[in-house]
């Protein structure tokens, strides 16, 4: 299907709050060490560098604690594409949603679209990070922070 953006939902035992905390601590489930800047206020802007592959800067430009939070990619650079700013004016968009003993998380990541050389690689990347990274770390690690 034509312009269906790639979206992932995860089920986690945490409470809303607690998720939403772990979203916005993006070094612990995404960046690492090649995480820089912010991520936890409006108009924060952080930096994703994984060594000479992916580069990806975001913006946070949608906040609402425990409910929702949306990134807009203002600058990318895939080295392994044709296009190397594929994600450059794409959002990353969490929607948080209480479910009874648990939280849905609804990842989508917007303006990802099959038409998109890098569809496949990064849904199975995208797939990884939500599913096993922020799952992990929101499942694990809930009194960390």
């Not at 299907?1 to 489930?29: C, L």
């Not at 560098?49 to 203002?74: G, N």
Request: net charge negative; with cysteine.
């Amino acid at each position: 299907m034509k312009n269906m953006n790639y979206n992932i939902s995860i089920q986690v035992g945490a409470s809303p709050s607690e998720v939403f905390r772990h979203i916005t601590d993006v070094p612990k489930w995404w960046g690492g060490e090649d995480f820089a800047g912010s991520s936890t206020q409006i108009n924060d802007e952080f930096t994703i560098i994984h060594a000479d592959t992916h580069y990806s800067k975001h913006r946070v430009i949608e906040l609402i604690p425990d409910k929702r939070l949306v990134w807009l990619v203002t600058e990318s650079k895939l080295s392994w594409l044709q296009n190397q700013q594929e994600w450059t004016n794409t959002k990353m968009i969490f929607e948080i949603n209480p479910n009874d003993k648990n939280t849905e998380v609804l990842f989508t990541h917007e303006g990802l679209v099959p038409e998109k050389e890098c569809y496949e690689r990064c849904t199975q990347g995208w797939h990884m990070v939500i599913s096993e990274r922020l799952f992990n770390c929101i499942n694990t690690n809930n009194n960390a922070l």
